[in-house]
């Protein structure tokens, strides 16, 4: 009970407060979600690999995040086929399924909980999972029709991978910023944690549940929830990733669904309604199902 007072009591406040003032005040969510994008995260994720010397432990993740993706895309195509879903329903249940919530939720919950080491291993696996969103899910998210230079430009422009790349050349060529500079960076970085807190609370106060039809709901919900941690269990029984890592990898496995997937559902039209439902229902549960997580973690 410790745990979730002292964890997931202060994330779920943030979120309240998010949620309960864009219902209240009905803010730009867009801006919002943009000033964090381009402003806020990059400075986040140029000062976790600034700092951090890479080696092994980031091949692990990406391995971590191939694994898990596709493990869970090649479960829901197996299911979906002897349920004799349509491609567009499959597509839908692997927005929501395989593609996890480990920006706005997974890496401030994961500093709450394991502190500023486990931190940056969350904030890696949220840069490496974003690639993996942005190609593979804007694939699924256009049926299958995407076109592969458009997903990898879309990679190409996004300002986090611009500051992994600056921070690694500054690394690696022993080139240090002044002093201010870094302090203002670390300044947006810090925000950025609150912030894209916030946001999420916003999200989920603009999604809307309509005709839900609850067995796939629970289907992705079960998959999202408890499969997904489990398969990233298996993994780090099998892959020699040390302790806190693993911890790391199970507890961003049992994230809900991203909440960019109901934006690529809307964009693509690949059932937006389904996705948005299972967003929001997935969500609401994951705060009991995070909270058992964390007590088996810890």
């Known amino acids: 009970m410790l745990v979730i007072y002292k964890v997931i009591l202060p994330v779920l406040l943030i979120y309240l407060l998010g949620f309960a003032g864009q219902k209240a005040l009905r803010l730009d969510i867009r801006s919002i979600s943009t000033s964090v994008l381009y402003l806020m995260t990059p400075a986040l994720v140029f000062r976790t690999f ?15 995040g191939l694994f898990l993706s596709f493990s869970i895309i090649i479960l829901i195509k197996i299911i979906a086929k002897i349920k004799g879903y349509s491609a567009s329903v499959t597509n839908g249940l692997i927005l929501a399924s395989a593609f996890m919530n480990n920006g706005n939720l997974g890496a401030p919950l994961i500093l709450f909980a394991f502190g500023e080491k ?57 080139v240090s910023i002044a002093e201010n500079i870094y302090k203002i960076i670390s300044m947006l970085a810090d925000a950025s944690i609150v912030v894209i807190m916030l946001a999420l609370g916003m999200q989920l106060a603009e999604i809307k549940v309509k005709n839900p039809q609850w067995g796939k709901i629970a289907f992705a919900t079960v998959i999202r929830l408890l499969v997904s941690p489990l398969i990233a269990l298996g993994f780090t ?13 199970v507890l961003e496995a049992a994230m809900p669904p991203a909440a960019i997937t109901t934006m690529y559902a809307l964009q693509f039209d690949s059932e937006p309604n389904l996705v948005a439902s299972i967003n929001l229902v997935s969500t609401s549960i994951s705060i009991i199902t995070l909270s058992i997580w964390l007590i088996i973690l810890h």
């Open 50 to 64: 600034y700092t951090s010397k890479i080696d092994i432990t980031y091949l692990y993740v990406i391995a971590y």
């Open 237 to 249: 029984l099998i892959v020699p990733v040390e302790p806190l890592l693993a911890k790391v990898m």
């Open 118 to 174: 486990a931190f940056m291993y969350a904030v890696a696996i949220m840069v490496f999972h974003t690639v993996v969103m942005s190609t593979v899910g804007l694939y699924y998210a256009a049926k299958g029709k995407a076109d592969v230079t458009e997903s990898l430009v879309t990679v190409a422009k996004m300002p986090i991978i611009h500051a992994l790349i600056i921070a690694l050349l500054l690394q690696y060529s022993n």
